[in-house]
């Protein structure tokens, strides 16, 4: 599908509270030790100097450590200095082809894919220069320390599937909505997720009944739910960004619909899909008491990990610009000027005071009130704990 088709886009749009949409089945909850698993992987993170300054303040400042904290509450110090580890590998690899220098080059993150893609097969080899392979190659190594051999075993796959969507992402194109689906399930990451959501926990189950389909729909429609949020928050700033691999893109192209109708049905999708996994869970089978009782300890936490991540999008400094998102009934979203307008606009401004034409590399404005956002979420939690 052409962008080039697109309907114009208005001044703004609502969007929906999609915490509330989630909230009822899927359940909230932080971890009391996220602050001393940060400090060891924040170290680590600056010692591989990734980014240079500013781009690391810059990029440190989206709260991954609240991510990590609010996505694995129950992991213990260990297994969370992985988690945010993996988290910080993730953001930072996924973001090279979303808006780095990777952006639109399929060639090039097929370099960085194949680099990474050996520290999976032969982690026993030195840490490879590529840092983004560097960061894998410990992560990889400490999964391997303590999951059992089948988490690994996905994991390792997972990998792989997420960094051969994020080839075929840079290529920029808008697919169908339906294969639009099935390749986000993959840039999203969401078989990862699961294998680190078992690690998390050292959680074991047996093989052949991930393949049961009750599980396979159950995992399909979780990380839907946890996917299609994040499309909508990040639209706006998507869209600015001149990238075009979004749910909203594709509803608007194939339906031929107006960014709120868009929106509008996108909102309905994840309302539907919701009451599709409660009905699957239902569904479940038994097992046996102790396959059963492990997978009980897993939909735990692969639910902590899906309300905390639509919570956690809703971070000022990532999508929001620095917006007030206390009030999340109807947020009215102004729409962002593209790269290329602001920086038209901004020529235009300077010749008109006949000063020399410079440009800049695009930065952005970021909050760090998230805090103010949070406690009245948290306040009824630790009420009821006390």
Not at 205 to 228: R, Y
């Amino acid at each position: 599908m052409n962008v080039a088709n697109l309907r114009p886009f208005p001044a703004h749009f609502v969007l929906q509270d999609l915490t509330a949409i989630t909230g009822p089945v899927f359940e909230l909850k932080k971890n009391a030790r996220q602050e001393e698993a940060y400090r060891y992987v924040k170290q680590w993170f600056k010692d591989l100097q990734v980014y240079p300054e500013p781009e690391e303040r810059r990029f440190l400042s989206h709260a991954f450590d609240l991510y990590a904290g609010l996505s694995f509450p129950d992991a213990d110090v260990q297994h969370l200095e992985t988690c945010i580890s993996f988290v910080l590998w993730a953001f930072s690899f996924d973001d090279l082809s979303d808006e780095g220098e990777y952006q639109s080059k399929p060639e090039r993150v097929q370099v960085g894919v194949d680099i990474s893609m050996e520290v999976l097969n032969n982690p026993e080899l030195p840490a490879p220069k590529f840092k983004y392979a560097a960061m894998l190659h410990d992560i990889w190594r400490r999964v391997r320390s303590t999951a059992s051999p089948g988490a690994c075993n996905r994991f390792k796959k997972a990998v792989e599937s997420w960094m051969n969507s994020q080839v075929e992402q840079a290529g920029n194109t808008v697919p169908s909505l339906d294969e639009f689906i099935n390749l986000r399930r993959r840039t999203t990451g969401g078989e990862m997720v699961e294998a680190m959501v078992e690690y998390s926990l050292d959680i074991t189950v047996p093989e052949h009944v991930w393949d049961h389909p009750i599980l396979v729909g159950l995992s399909k429609a979780a990380i839907d739910i946890m996917t299609w949020p994040n499309d909508l928050c990040s639209f706006n700033k998507e869209q600015s960004d001149n990238d075009s691999q979004n749910l909203v893109f594709c509803v608007m192209l194939e339906r031929d619909v107006g960014l709120q109708h868009a929106v509008d049905i996108v909102t309905t999708m994840l309302a539907d899909r919701v009451k599709e996994y409660v009905k699957l869970k239902a569904q479940l089978p038994s097992f046996g008491e102790e396959v059963d009782s492990e997978l009980r300890r897993y939909f735990i936490a692969f639910e902590h990990y899906v309300q905390g991540v639509i919570v956690w999008l809703y971070n000022p400094s990532r999508y929001f610009r620095g917006m007030d998102v206390t009030n999340k009934k109807a947020m009215i979203m102004p729409i962002y000027p593209r790269a290329e307008d602001a920086v038209v606009s901004a020529a235009t401004r300077t010749r008109a005071v006949n000063k020399p034409i410079r440009t800049r590399p695009k930065t952005r404005r970021y909050s760090n009130d998230f805090g103010s956002f949070l406690r009245p979420l948290f306040t009824p939690i630790l009420l009821c704990c006390l």
